[in-house]
């Protein structure tokens, strides 16, 4: 499986332009030639023969006025070509299938010249994205292929980010494509009937990229800057073709899809503050909140009104808007002590019922405590991770869990407690600052 990578020789004007040209419109390069050939693996190949067709034939017949339907075309005849070539190296004509395919490339031609439209290219993008994030697929996969073919991260970026190995991650994303083809997943916007459970699948895919990207599980840094930033572009772009495709744009915006994406904007704002000049992890109540991006906050406090006013006359409230709500109040605060807590625990409380989880029921407790003191967060922490709540088994090795009991118990004094259990949040974590952190509230303890 290739990687998307330039080619290394021509003149350096062509080839900067080209650069530029990759950088900014690969993905929807590939997502238009993956419809109109069908095939993962061959679009790849056709874009990088393409560019690298241009590389060589630019500096003598000049840039094409509009480059990226002369590339789509190129990489289009390109397919044709490689599909004939194979054939002949396989000593065969071209069974049925081989032939109907060409047939059905070479028939795309005035497809390949609408693809110059912007919005035309946008929809491709859409389809890539359902297709990706398709409910047949496994979970980790929607995750790798979206992030391999939307978002063009290599399979080394990818596993670095989710504590893998490159070739499980290329294997994950080859299954995926594979169960792709077999199953004939149509390449398409669902219809509206199909609507809430393949936009859901694609939801928790971003959600899922924006939460490794938030709070890295591994390395040497609090977050991953690249992982915030494509889940943020991936929401933006569902945003707005949710608003301009026509599948979608008759149902009007989906209030998640606003939820989510003010959820990102909101957490993504205290990126800055998050971290010492030195590497250092701060904690939300010891952050500088001048360092918040306001803009950032705006944004996401509009859409987030919007989404609950589309959805306050259902009556229905949807988790990631939940999660932006709780947000917002911590991002309309001057501080941790004038945070309305009373009013994120009423979030938390609906938040449970729609959407029952561990994680959720942590939160909660620690803003129990934020509330009513510490005492009354660690019954809630206890009765979480009781044996017998069966929920025990989900938390036994979230180091937050246990960091969070640990704080409990060291600001009521409990100081034998606290160190026996930073030192268990400790033992699971392997993020750097996190064990910095942990190791210095051990010493104090001490």
Same mark, same amino acid.
């Given at each position: 499986?290739?990687?998307?990578?330039?080619?290394?020789?021509?003149?350096?004007?062509?080839?900067? /332009?080209?650069?530029?040209?990759?950088?900014?419109?690969?993905?929807?390069?590939?997502?238009?030639?993956?419809?109109?050939? *069908?095939?993962?693996?061959?679009?790849?190949?056709?874009?990088?023969?393409?560019?690298?067709?241009?590389?060589?034939?630019?500096?003598?017949?000049?840039?094409?006025?509009?480059? %990226?339907?002369?590339l789509i075309s190129t990489a289009r005849f390109k397919a044709i070509d490689t599909l004939r070539r194979r054939a002949r190296l396989e000593r065969i004509t071209l069974d049925a299938s081989q032939d109907e395919l060409a047939q059905y490339i070479e028939a795309q031609s005035s497809s390949a010249e609408k693809s110059s439209d912007d919005d035309f290219l946008e929809d491709d993008r859409l389809r890539l994205i359902f297709t990706c994030c398709h409910p047949s697929l496994a979970p980790e996969a929607r995750v790798a292929l979206t992030l391999r073919e939307v978002c063009g991260l290599t399979t080394e970026e990818i596993a670095k980010a989710f504590l893998t190995t490159p070739s499980t991650l290329a294997q994950r994303i080859v299954r995926a494509k594979a169960k792709i083809r077999e199953e004939r997943i149509p390449y398409e916007v669902p219809a509206p009937q199909e609507l809430p459970e393949r936009?859901?699948?694609? /939801?928790?895919?971003?959600?899922?990229?924006?939460?490794?990207?938030?709070?890295?599980?591994? *390395?040497?840094?609090?977050?991953?800057?690249?992982?915030?930033?494509?889940?943020?572009?991936?929401?933006?772009?569902?945003?707005?073709?949710?608003?301009?495709?026509?599948?979608?744009?008759?149902?009007?915006?989906?209030?998640?899809?606003?939820?989510?994406?003010?959820?990102?904007?909101?957490?993504?704002?205290?990126?800055?503050? %998050? $971290?010492?000049?030195?590497?250092?992890?701060?904690?939300?109540?010891?952050?500088?909140?001048?360092?918040?991006? %306001?803009?950032?906050?705006?944004?996401?406090?509009?859409?987030?009104?919007?989404?609950?006013?589309?959805?306050?006359?259902?009556?229905?409230?949807?988790?990631?808007?939940? &999660?932006?709500?709780?947000?917002?109040?911590?991002?309309?605060?001057?501080?941790?002590?004038?945070?309305?807590?009373?009013?994120?625990?009423?979030?938390?409380?609906?938040?449970?019922?729609?959407?029952?989880?561990?994680?959720?029921?942590?939160?909660?407790?620690?803003?129990?405590? $934020?509330?009513?003191?510490?005492?009354?967060?660690?019954?809630?922490?206890?009765?979480?991770?009781?044996?017998?709540?069966?929920?025990? *088994?989900?938390?036994?090795?979230?180091?937050?869990?246990?960091?969070?009991?640990?704080?409990?118990?060291?600001?009521? *004094?409990?100081?034998?407690?606290? %160190?026996?259990?930073?030192?268990?949040?400790?033992?699971?974590?392997? &993020?750097?600052?996190?064990?910095?952190?942990?190791?210095?509230?051990?010493?104090?303890?001490?």
């Amino acid at each position: 499986m290739s990687e998307r990578v330039m080619p290394e020789r021509g003149s350096e004007p062509i080839r900067e /332009l080209l650069d530029s040209l990759y950088r900014e419109d690969s993905a929807r390069i590939l997502a238009t030639l993956i419809r109109l050939l *069908g095939d993962f693996d061959l679009a790849e190949e056709a874009m990088h023969e393409a560019f690298a067709a241009a590389l060589s034939l630019w500096p003598k017949s000049g840039v094409p006025g509009n480059p %990226r339907p002369w590339l789509i075309s190129t990489a289009r005849f390109k397919a044709i070509d490689t599909l004939r070539r194979r054939a002949r190296l396989e000593r065969i004509t071209l069974d049925a299938s081989q032939d109907e395919l060409a047939q059905y490339i070479e028939a795309q031609s005035s497809s390949a010249e609408k693809s110059s439209d912007d919005d035309f290219l946008e929809d491709d993008r859409l389809r890539l994205i359902f297709t990706c994030c398709h409910p047949s697929l496994a979970p980790e996969a929607r995750v790798a292929l979206t992030l391999r073919e939307v978002c063009g991260l290599t399979t080394e970026e990818i596993a670095k980010a989710f504590l893998t190995t490159p070739s499980t991650l290329a294997q994950r994303i080859v299954r995926a494509k594979a169960k792709i083809r077999e199953e004939r997943i149509p390449y398409e916007v669902p219809a509206p009937q199909e609507l809430p459970e393949r936009l859901g699948a694609v /939801l928790q895919v971003i959600y899922l990229v924006f939460n490794e990207g938030y709070s890295a599980a591994a *390395g040497a840094n609090v977050t991953r800057a690249e992982l915030t930033g494509e889940a943020i572009r991936l929401g933006r772009l569902l945003l707005e073709l949710h608003l301009n495709e026509p599948h979608l744009a008759e149902l009007g915006p989906d209030p998640e899809v606003m939820g989510l994406f003010s959820l990102m904007l909101l957490q993504e704002s205290r990126r800055s503050a %998050r $971290m010492s000049p030195t590497g250092e992890l701060i904690l939300l109540e010891n952050q500088d909140r001048s360092l918040w991006n %306001r803009e950032q906050i705006a944004e996401g406090a509009a859409l987030l009104e919007k989404a609950l006013s589309a959805q306050q006359k259902s009556r229905r409230f949807g988790p990631y808007t939940l &999660q932006a709500a709780i947000a917002a109040v911590h991002a309309e605060a001057e501080s941790v002590a004038a945070t309305d807590w009373r009013q994120i625990v009423a979030l938390y409380d609906q938040l449970l019922r729609i959407h029952p989880s561990p994680v959720v029921e942590l939160n909660r407790a620690v803003a129990i405590a $934020m509330r009513d003191g510490p005492e009354a967060g660690l019954a809630q922490i206890d009765a979480v991770l009781e044996p017998s709540s069966g929920k025990q *088994g989900e938390l036994a090795n979230y180091y937050l869990a246990h960091s969070a009991r640990a704080d409990m118990c060291r600001r009521l *004094g409990r100081t034998a407690e606290a %160190r026996a259990a930073y030192e268990k949040a400790l033992a699971l974590t392997q &993020q750097e600052p996190e064990r910095q952190f942990l190791q210095e509230r051990i010493r104090q303890l001490k």
